[in-house]
């Protein structure tokens, strides 16, 4: 189907939602959804493989971007970290010679000193986002994809004789080396050991539309849905499953999703999203600006639907929330 989305006569706003969310566009997705769906009525399953440890903190980039994003306190000139931040010990640090390529703010370093003080007493990572969430006084419901470690690793380089390959942490090829270099394959390490994190498969099975934001669909959504258990749960709702483009015009508006698309042998439009997604997801939302190619989505499998998807304000985020809760 062609054309801009139009509403049905007499359409609702579906009730209890699920998203599977990983990073910033993820959190605006959140936010946006937030906006026409009680918070409370709204669960976020979150990528925690690109969670890692620097200067003996455990440090989760997707939660924390999520949990700040949704209590309005994040930094959006940065797309990470939180407003008005400081920097004192990131300078003092770098005057020692310490590492400071991952630079965390000192009012974020608080979120990782209690993260990690609250897993070694042993509570789990669900715990501490959940409480994490209370603390800013969050009612959505955001849920670790597993409580279990999974590592994003990246095999990046060996373009030429004298490029030797090499694997390394989604950290060291995002921020320290600014996805700069040619990915040759993703694994995520640990994740056949892992299970679902409480309430996962629930929330799944529970939810009136799981609703797949338009985050990487490699290093975003790949990580939760190879979690066991996860990827038959979201294809047992597939007519219920509404996924939205993180490619517009062949292009990723931030980060590297376009580029690894293609460095992995997938095309970087949004048929190419359509195919990864073929088996989870009934429908998916597509940019206004890709409206020629809803015919051949829909000949991969998927019903289309065409609308605006760029978030760059809160009301455009909450329209595109309309659109994800009402068709």
């Known amino acids: 189907m062609g054309g801009y989305w139009r509403p049905r006569a007499g359409a609702t706003v579906a009730g209890v939602l699920a998203a599977i969310a990983g990073g910033v566009g993820a959190a605006r997705m959140l936010r946006g959804l937030a906006a026409v769906v009680p918070p409370a009525e709204i669960t976020a399953i979150v990528n925690t493989a690109d969670d890692f440890r620097l200067h003996g903190l455990a440090i989760s980039p997707d939660l924390d971007t999520v949990t700040y994003t949704l209590a309005d306190a994040s930094n959006q000139a940065l797309g990470w970290g939180l407003d008005g931040e400081t920097w004192k010990v990131m300078e003092q640090l770098e005057r020692l010679g310490g590492e400071t390529w991952f630079r965390l703010g000192d009012r974020d370093l608080a979120t990782h000193l209690y993260r990690t003080q609250r897993l070694a007493s042993g509570a789990s990572l669900s715990d501490v986002a959940a409480e994490l969430a209370l603390a800013w006084g ?119 999703a376009d580029r690894l698309m293609r460095e992995l042998g997938h095309e970087s439009t949004v048929v190419g999203v359509a195919r990864l997604y073929a088996d989870v997801a009934g429908t998916l939302v597509i940019d206004s600006a890709d409206a020629a190619l809803a015919p051949a989505v829909e000949d991969v499998g998927l019903r289309c639907l065409v609308a605006p998807t760029v978030m760059s304000s809160p009301d455009a985020a909450a329209a595109l929330a309309r659109v994800i809760v009402s068709c």
């Open 138 to 256: 969050l009612q959505t419901r955001l849920l670790p994809m597993t409580d279990s470690p999974v590592e994003t690793r990246l095999v990046v380089g060996g373009q030429g004789e004298t490029d030797d390959e090499d694997e390394i942490g989604f950290q060291d090829y995002f921020v320290a080396r600014r996805h700069s270099v040619p990915v040759r394959s993703v694994r995520f390490a640990g994740v056949s050991d892992s299970v679902p994190g409480p309430d996962v498969l629930a929330a799944l099975a529970d939810a009136e539309r799981v609703v797949i934001c338009p985050s990487n669909p490699i290093v975003s959504v790949g990580p939760v849905l190879a979690v066991p258990g996860i990827r038959d749960a979201v294809a047992a709702r597939r007519p219920d499953v509404v996924a939205v483009s993180p490619i517009i015009a062949g292009a990723a508006i931030k980060g590297p």
